[in-house]
């Protein structure tokens, strides 16, 4: 059986991730900050999922996933689906600050830790819920985009750093766009929205074929490969906002 852990399993893209992997037959290690959420996702498979409280943006959190890891009987892959990001013309610094502090801080935190669990093992997989957001960045939401470029950047980066290091450590980076979960956390009308089911699905295809990056869905393709030809000089000029 193989053995997964998804951090940020509570609610909306993780949850519904957890569920697929459960269905699979997986061995499913979940975490997040509400322990309801959490002892839900342990009833309807109690021989198959464990759980623990974590957040991210504390200290403790490595030393909380490496526990659920031994509880679990070991780790497979790794799923980071915790993220935060508002809109913010305003730039109000604690909406900056704390996206940093989740997006780079707990992103780092956690990655790093599981990178270093499958280096002692010689194998796994590491898989993150990053963002089209990170392929531009956007005037409406400064630190949203620019830590999800960031997290682009450092999946990459630690690809090419296992690769020096002889391990076979696969990594998979997840691009969804607007997604109907509670990130959004407003009644504004999305384009292109999707949801969380469908979202969940593709993430486990990808996994499972072990895809290098996946940006969902085709429409969001199309966007993104067009969008990364504006230049510069054009792109500032656009008013990209909903």
Known sequence: MKRIIIIGASSGIGREAALQFIRRGYHVGVAARRESALQELKALAPEQVAYSLIDVTDGDAPSKL?????????????????????????????IELSTAQTNVLGFIRMVDTAYGYFREKGEGHIAVISSIAGTKGLGAAPAYSATKRFQNIYIEALEQLARMQG??????????????????GDDKKYPLLMRPGKVAKRIVRAIERRESVCTMDWRYRIIVFFWRLVPRFIWKRLPIRN
Not at 69 to 94: S, T
Not at 167 to 184: A, H, M, S, W, Y
């Open 66 to 94: 490496l526990k659920l890891v031994k509880e679990l009987g070991g780790m497979d892959v790794f799923l980071l689906c915790v993220g935060i990001g508002k809109q913010n013309a305003a730039l109000r610094m604690d």
């Open 167 to 184: 391990l076979k450590i696969r990594f998979t980076d997840i691009r969804p766009g607007f997604v109907d979960t509670d990130l959004l």
